[in-house]
């Protein structure tokens, strides 16, 4: 019954009219379309990810937000966009996708779920909200040819 409960109260959220031309676009060609995800788009080049996520897929993305990148600790993002922190960058943004298309109304089935980078992240659903670790997400279930996009407040930090 609580299943049913948690279902229903992000129901609304959870099928959000989506644009079908959006549909068409892979999830990197969707980053590089937002206007709140430039740093991301820069990131995921730098990290020499583009290719991996224009894949065929499924992925599920969990994209930082450009504010979400701003409150990483000064002088951790231009750091990690330095040449010999590749790995690090790489690991970091292997943190937010998971190798497998996962909407938010299925995340009240999968309260953890391995990543890309083979770390594990929380998944939650109360009040009507959706974390992914300690980020909120924003903008859930943008469809891609090749997976699932969701928009976060927050950078996932990966395990130690």
């Keep these: ?73 000064e002088g951790k993002l231009e750091a990690l966009l330095k040449p010999e922190n590749k790995e690090g960058l790489k690991a970091l943004l292997a943190s937010h996708v ?14 953890r779920a391995r990543t890309l980078g083979g770390n594990h992240v929380g998944l939650k659903v109360a009040g009507g909200k959706v974390t992914v670790g300690e980020a909120r997400v924003l903008e859930p279930n943008l469809i891609a040819s090749n997976g699932i996009k969701h928009s976060i407040d927050k950078v996932i930090l990966p395990e130690s």
Excluded: C, R, Y
Excluded at 18 to 47: G, M, P, Y
């Design 1 to 73: 019954m609580k299943k049913i409960l948690m279902t229903i109260t992000i129901a609304v959220f959870a099928f959000a009219p989506l644009a079908s031309a959006e549909n068409q676009k892979n999830i990197v060609d969707q980053v590089l379309a937002s206007e709140s995800h430039t740093t991301l788009a820069k990131v995921l080049e730098a990290a020499d990810l583009v290719e991996t996520l224009k894949g065929e897929g499924p992925f599920t993305l969990f994209a930082p937000s450009d504010e979400a990148f701003a409150q990483l600790p």
């Design 98 to 111: 998971l190798p497998k298309k996962l909407m938010t109304f299925e995340i009240v089935d999968v309260p």
